[in-house]
């Protein structure tokens, strides 16, 4: 298990794209957090195994309505979720990115 730091940035705001992100998550069986950032960008916290967490990210690009510009992953140390939810609201950006 490993646990993953993901910026998102585009148009990712407005558009569905956390319920997406989520919904991807959840079939993946993969725990941890997705928010909108103040700057306009969507950050993830994702745990899961090394290669589906790949798949994982491989496959939010095909979340309708959004266009995603850039996507930045790094490794953070192991986290633990229960499930995988959706932060209301804007979050802190994270020093990991």
Known sequence: MRTVEIHIS???QKVGFRA???KIASDL???GTVINLPDGRVQVYATGEP???EKFTSMIYGCPR???RDVRTVEIPLKSYDDFSIIKGEGRISTGL
Request: proline share 0%.
């Open 51 to 53: 290669m589906i967490l």
């Open 29 to 31: 069986h993969i725990t």
């Open 10 to 12: 585009g148009r990712v």
């Open 20 to 22: 997406c992100v989520k």
């Open 66 to 68: 959004a266009v995603i």
